[in-house]
DNA sequence: AAGTGGTCTAGACCACATC
DNA sequence: ATGTGGTCTAGACCACTTG
């Protein structure tokens, strides 16, 4: 009772422990809808079976899972697809007074239109050169300080419910956007069904046009870091492409190496 | 046969998993000194029998110690304390000419004086106010074109053997460090012993002084970005201090989250 | 061939969460 | 009381490295 035979369940991979193809599997099974993120997975003993492995060949699947940030185990109460990334906010790169303790940051919709997406954002999100997509600009504020200025670039077939109606007036939109809540990946899921479940973000510095500078309150020409985000969903298809502005003097970001 | 008794070797520590108190006292052993950066551990059949646990706990602890950094275990060959971190340059956080292919950036030293140590340096490590410490300014280049500038900061009781001689005129220095390696980690345990096993990068963004300027050819006020570095060893005494600062512009890090 | 770490199994018992 | 994941054990066999 070896890696060499195959008993059921899992198709035999090259190269590959059993544990491993079996988390490949399990993935698989994750990204195509089978759980839903937030649902719960069956539990351990049910998986072991269904695959024909021990249960200590399970949980090492398992493990990597966790690991990936695909699934969450809690003890007790049974394993999760996870159901969104959390303490994402690009904040953590900038050093601003934090207010009262604890109090969360406002955010103030500037923008919200239906426009052809630059390149970088077309090619980021999957879109043909010159197709339009939903953009929001966005302002972060401590205090009712302006800190952070966010543009964000949303592909329509997804969030076409977060889209301007073109016959409402701006004013009377059931779906004013000054109404929305500051974390927007919660607003994602619940509105659009959207859920982001992986983010690379990249740092990079420049310097503020003159719009930019207006919208924070500071000078044109004004040094600045850029945070370019591309966040994804399960099946690793880019929804969100963000790019974020703030003072590089706030900057700051911690790196630990082992 | 469970976590409630406790055969031998491994002291009971309440409420801590057995296998994290054995991953405990590994560690102890490490720091100790009773195995060397380099050099390998016993097997996992007799670590297991001398503490007396289960081989399946005993690799439990293992795989906690190789996650902290501070083992590596090679297949087939044996588990070894980590000699010293690996592409840990802050080149990496910038982007220049590569120049050819694979080549290494060179590495030229401007300075190096003994002289009291300012209050950060001094308190990160853990020197009295006032006190002397070691004092390098380096530059890195890439194709002949300056782009890093470093301030290095090192304690005496650890780096006697790097700082200059009274006796000797600089130019008739055997110790010339014009001749001192591009990688400064591997030639700290070479001639001090002092192996470097961890590093904290803190990034943010300044401008430069007129002198820093100079050495980098750019003009004084240009945005630079700034990186300071906690280098401590396998007991966590900080060994290294050390600030980098490089063009703004050049600057590019990825972060990812899940 | 001998020694090392890596994988897999089968089963027992513990700890947490819920009803 | 029941179901969930977490820990621990004991033993077998596989894969890599070295002499």
């Given at each position: 009772m070896q890696q060499t035979s195959d008993p059921a369940g899992v198709v035999d991979h090259p190269g590959l422990a059993r544990y491993a193809a079996l988390a490949a599997a399990l993935r698989q099974r994750v990204v195509r809808g089978e759980w839903l993120p937030g649902s719960a997975l069956p539990a351990e003993q049910a998986l072991a079976a269904e695959h024909g492995v021990a249960l200590g060949t399970l949980r090492r699947a398992l493990e990597l899972l966790v690991e990936q940030g695909l699934i969450e185990r809690i003890h007790g109460k049974g394993t999760f697809v996870r159901s969104g990334i959390a303490g994402a906010s690009t904040l953590r790169f900038f050093r601003f007074?934090?207010?009262?303790?604890g109090q969360l940051p406002a955010s103030r919709i500037l923008s919200r239109t239906v426009l052809a997406a630059p390149a970088d954002a077309a090619r980021a999100l999957g879109l043909a050169p010159g197709e339009t997509a939903l953009r929001l600009q966005r302002l972060r504020l401590i205090d009712g300080e302006p800190c952070l200025l966010e543009h964000i670039w949303l592909p329509l077939d997804l969030f076409d419910a977060l889209a301007p109606r073109e016959d409402a007036p701006a004013a009377a939109d059931?779906?004013?956007?000054?109404?929305?809540?500051?974390?927007?990946y919660p607003f994602y899921a619940s509105?659009?069904?959207?859920?982001?479940q992986r983010a690379v973000d990249d740092i990079g510095f420049g310097v503020l046009t003159a719009p930019q500078a207006r919208s924070l309150g500071l000078a044109a020409g004004h040094p600045c870091a850029v945070v370019t985000r591309r966040a994804t969903d399960l099946a690793g298809r880019c929804v969100e492409w963000r790019v974020t502005r703030g003072d590089a003097h706030a900057f700051h970001y911690s790196v630990t190496l082992t």
């Open positions: 007074g934090e207010g009262v303790a059931a779906d004013a956007p000054h109404d929305w809540p500051a974390l927007l509105r659009c069904g959207v859920h982001v």
